[in-house]
């Protein structure tokens, strides 16, 4: 009987000491959430975002398909994945690129083809992946590398809306490699003033691309100055 009670005393105090464990593994080892801090990330439920979609014509009449406004929290979530090697937000951000892309490709009977607008070689080799390629893999969403960066494209983010126009113009090419295709969506992670979608989507249809749209997941507010 002695015997049995100290076993069950044993069993409750290791119980006892490998829940502690567990929860001081989980600490040292949890990711907070890339938004509020909270122990629950990379991107807690109160947190996580929510698709609202959002649609804007470019220069030359592009139609361009967001899945949701740049926002805090948005922000924050796309920039863990852009700036700080969070890639694993990336299953987070999917269901907002899944809504941009069934608005985009809604009354197409065709097969469409998403072609991601490439990144800058030297962005590349410092994250070591391009983010709207994750994006992509993580929504389930198939896509081709047709276009590649040509010149010294200069990074965007401080850039005005003429400086982005003539940054991105002439920049990309067709890949060699890339047969001529039914209907294309050019697909990148955020629009600002759309001159990379512009120019992404002029060079592809020089090439004999039928360029159906364009679709990000964040959209930002147009507030830059001409100039600036």
């Known amino acids: 009987m002695l015997v049995g009670t100290m076993g069950a005393m044993v069993r409750e105090h290791m119980t006892a000491w490998q829940r502690a464990w567990q929860q001081a593994l989980a600490l040292v080892f949890s990711s907070p959430c890339v938004v509020c801090g909270d122990l629950t990330g990379p991107v807690c439920d109160a947190c996580a975002p929510v698709p609202l979609l959002q649609r804007r014509r470019l220069d030359g009449g592009l139609m361009c398909v967001s899945g949701a406004a740049w926002g805090d929290e948005t922000a924050s979530v796309m920039l863990a994945l852009k700036e700080d090697g969070v890639t694993r937000v990336a ?56 276009l590649r960066v040509t010149s010294a494209v200069r990074d ?68 830059l100055p001409l100039n600036s």
Request: aromatic fraction near 4%.
């Open 91 to 146: 299953r987070d951000l999917a269901p907002l690129l899944l809504t941009a892309h069934g608005s985009a490709i809604a009354g197409s009977t065709a097969r469409v083809t998403l072609i991601p607008v490439p990144t800058r070689p030297a962005a590349d080799r410092r994250r070591g992946y391009r983010p709207v390629e994750v994006l992509l893999r993580a929504a389930g969403l198939p896509f081709r590398r047709a």
């Open 156 to 223: 965007q983010r401080e850039l005005g809306r003429d400086e982005r126009a003539r940054n991105t113009q002439g920049a990309f090419a067709v890949r060699r490699t890339a047969p001529i295709l039914g209907p294309v969506i050019v697909v990148d992670d955020v629009v600002t003033t759309g001159a990379t979608l512009v120019n992404s989507a002029r060079t592809l249809t020089s090439a004999g691309f039928d360029v159906l749209a364009s679709m990000t997941v964040l959209s930002t507010p147009r507030r």
